[in-house]
């Protein structure tokens, strides 16, 4: 499908009386990488969970390759992977267990080989038949990249994504998103580093008290 | 993949790492056997049980152990999820939600009912009754369903609150009066047959079936922002 990947138009969301995003309007091309800097409270966040569809918006939409953030939850939950700064991963089970189990939460096929593979590319292969519990922070980041590669989504949101990263961590991720990015995948992210966001980006945009500041 | 296979193969993927997540962390079913076998050493001394009265209080001591001891682990069904923050991760999944229902609804009934078989022996030690197991399985299965139904659906409301121990036994206690009467009336039966009754299983049978197809269609809209 020809035209913007990702659109977002005249967004508006609040949590009570606060408004959190005002009428926020963005585009994102296919292959494109847009940074999203802002200070705490700035709605960042609350951007991307709109987009990933975790949270409905006031008003205003978000399409991602023409399906609606909101009533075409189902199927755009497929094309989307999620790095929060929190991993949320499970604890209890071993990296292996917490990649074969998403896995199955989005039907992959041959799961089982796509988890190896990025057990790999992150550097946990060795400890991948470990509980999470026992990982380091740096180690649970890497996982939860792994975790929101393993469906192969098109689209990556990620709010923080270096968060507890290492040197090494932070190459074998950089890596990994190339690779990402060189097989037509959109990226949409969060960071307070200005540096890393022109580092890192095609487009730098900046949120600022809900609204966009600066393109 | 047909729908249904995904469906069928989401939900044992659920339920598979949720029973490997309790039987590695032990925090749940360990306090639901102990607090169920507390209720029923704690009832079994508070109330003089002579022949006479035995059949009016030994199956509301029992039924009243095994719901006490559910909303143990019914409060933490979605909870603990949620705490973790580990349910937005699910729900950002391209998952059926009522696979993510019947998931927690079959972990529930299955931790429930664990309890269950090692209380029912100590029941019938302390209050000195028949096990009829034959008889009583399908009054327990059917009863725990009821129960497991409604508390699954509403753990998930109250988990959305910071009150969430306080608020599950006040949305699920009242929903589940139907069902325990027929528990306890049936149970009762077992022990000392009485002429007239209702027809408490099959009242029980169809609670069950309305409240699953309810707690089905409507899990979405609670658990969901």
Known sequence: ?215 | MTTTRIFINQTIAILWKDIRCELRSKQTWMGMGLFALLVLVIFNFAFDLRVDNKAAVAPGALWVSFVFASMLGLGRTIAAEREKGSLDRLLLCPVDRKAIYLAKLLGNLLFIGGVEIVALPVFAALFDVPLVVASLLPIVLFGTLGVAAIGTLCSAMAAATRARELLLPILVFPLIVPVVIAAVRLTGDLMAPSANEPPWLGLMIAFDVIFLSASMLTFEYVIEE
């Open chain 1, 1 to 215: 499908m020809s035209g913007p990947y990702l659109e977002i138009t005249a967004l508006k969301k609040s949590y009570g009386l606060k408004p959190v995003l005002r009428n926020v309007n963005l585009v994102i091309q296919r292959g494109e990488r847009m940074a999203l800097l802002g200070a705490n409270g700035a709605g960042k966040t609350t951007l991307l969970r709109i987009v990933a569809g975790l949270t409905r918006p006031n008003a205003g939409t978000a399409r991602i390759d023409g399906l609606d953030c909101v009533r075409d939850a189902q199927q755009v939950r497929s094309l989307v992977g999620f790095v929060a700064h929190q991993p949320y991963l499970y604890e209890e089970l071993t990296a292996w267990e917490n990649l074969l189990f998403f896995g199955r939460m989005y039907s992959v096929a041959h799961a089982e080989k796509r988890a190896r593979k990025l057990l790999q590319q992150v550097g946990l292969a060795r400890r991948m038949h470990e509980r999470v519990a026992t990982f380091s922070r740096g180690q649970v980041q890497r996982l939860s990249w792994a975790r929101a590669l393993v469906h192969t989504p098109p689209l990556l949101l990620l709010d923080e994504p270096e968060t507890g990263l290492d040197t090494e961590g932070t190459q074998l991720i950089e890596a990994l998103w190339t690779e990402h990015t060189a097989q037509g995948g959109t990226s949409l992210f969060t960071t307070h580093q200005q540096e890393r966001a022109l580092a890192l980006s095609d487009c730098v945009v900046t949120l600022k008290d809900g609204k966009i500041a600066k393109v």
